[in-house]
């Protein structure tokens, strides 16, 4: 190699190192640092608990020529059609009337009113869950149990509602909505 060519590599090589060198800075205080290592060192160290110790699985065989079948009852059941002893059943054929579409327990009786030409006919007001005030007589229909309106006075509306009886039929249901107690 000659001379130049050793200038060279040297004057490289030191370029290099000053390069590298760069992004190196050096701090004159670094007690915040010694700090932060003296608290973590004089913490307790602790112990990673050991793993628990599991029992081995123990395979079964299962022999279907000496075992009964697991998916077949011991006692054979015994299928019978649902008793419906009660005649009552919704109509089918009733088309439901708008205050049906909400349960019961979201409506609420607001008042009462007659009408001005027959003092016979009595209303309840009935308010459903969207602000509406609408007028109920006897013989129409409430709630989604097919509520149907029997008696009205004036601080209650008295429904017999057709409720499943849970063997297969149907039962009737007394309900009652009431006008709220005012201070």
């Given amino acids: ?13 030191v370029a ?30 602790g112990q990673i608990p050991p793993l628990p110790e599991f029992t081995p699985y123990e395979a079964f065989v299962y022999e ?3 075992l009964r079948n697991p998916f077949r009852a011991m006692v054979p059941e015994v299928a019978e059609a649902p008793e419906v002893i009660s005649e009552v059943f919704p109509d089918p054929d009733r088309i439901p009337e708008y205050l049906e579409q909400y349960a019961v327990d979201n409506l609420h009786m607001v008042g009462t009113i007659t009408s001005p030409v027959n003092a016979d006919d009595f209303f309840a007001l009935v308010r459903d869950p969207l602000g509406e005030v609408h007028r109920v007589q006897v013989g129409d229909y409430l709630g989604l149990d097919n509520g149907e ?6 601080r209650r509306i008295e429904l017999s509602e057709i ?6 039929g149907w039962m009737k249901r007394p309900r009652t909505i009431t006008l709220p107690e005012t201070d």
């Fill in 16 to 45: 290099l190192l000053l390069f590298g060198l760069q992004g190196c800075i050096w701090i004159d205080d670094t007690s915040d640092l010694r700090s932060f290592v003296a608290d973590r060192s004089s913490r307790p160290v």
């Fill in 1 to 13: 190699m000659s001379r130049t060519g050793s200038i060279l590599a040297r004057s490289g090589l």
């Fill in 149 to 154: 309106v029997v008696s009205l006075t004036e």
């Fill in 64 to 66: 279907g020529s000496s």
């Fill in 163 to 168: 409720v499943s009886n849970g063997r297969g």
